[in-house]
């Protein structure tokens, strides 16, 4: 199984997105996307007239955001996609990271209704269902508690745990070829020490700096190469950042 990871800013530009699933209604891999709509939240919250703030590139989530934040990833975002999907000949079924058998849980106080995901034990076989069936599951990154709390979770944390728990590949697309050097050439490879070297001197920073995080992570818990780079690498699986221990 591969999970592939799709940025938000991907939500904005429908030709890349439908090229997308176009390489996807091709390939032979089963495939699960888990997709952010950070923007899109940005957006919303806006208009509502509430003000929000990341820190540390989490988005602060009191419970009277939520309501936004969940219409704009479990909703507008996730339909968004199976709009694209369904007009590529694909079959999507739009889920939450609940029916994907992750739990949540509170990450602070402070953050609100940010959550961490748990390592799920008992994966729901749901996901392996829907595949035989033939289907694209489709995840938001609105996941709940085993008591029904709701939470907003980054995308990339989100893909990190959908991928740990299926022990999958795990590519992210984002609106980057690849992860950039300080004079902004693509890095082929990165590694733990090349990560903190260049975190460090902040040349990653900001978004990448959580997504980079994530994926090596993943790269020592799922014990694989993790990709990062733009939708081209459907066409090209080499081009982009191969992230390694
Ligand atoms: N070294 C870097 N290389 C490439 N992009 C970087 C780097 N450091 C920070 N960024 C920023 O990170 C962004 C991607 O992260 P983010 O916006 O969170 O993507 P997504 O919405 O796909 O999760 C890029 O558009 C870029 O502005
Ligand atoms: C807790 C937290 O920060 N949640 C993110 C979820 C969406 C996301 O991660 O979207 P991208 O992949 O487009 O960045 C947010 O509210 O922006």
Redesign the pocket.
Known sequence: MKVIKL???LLEQPEALSALFQSLKQSDDEIVLVH?G?ALVQQWLATAGLHSEKVNGLRVSPEPHMPYIVGGLAGAANKTLMKQAIAAGLKPIGLTLYEAGVLCAKQSESLGQVGVCQASEAVSGLISDLLAQGYLPIISSIGFSDSGDWFNVN??DAAVAVAAAYNADLLFI???DA??DGSGTPLSHLNSESIQE?TRAG??????E??VRGALSAAKRLRRCVRIGSWNVMNNPFSGTQISE
Not at 203 to 208: E, T
């Open positions: 940025g938000g800013s952010g950070g995308a990339d984002t609106d980057v992860v950039l260049l040349v990653i920073k900001d978004g990448m959580v997504k």
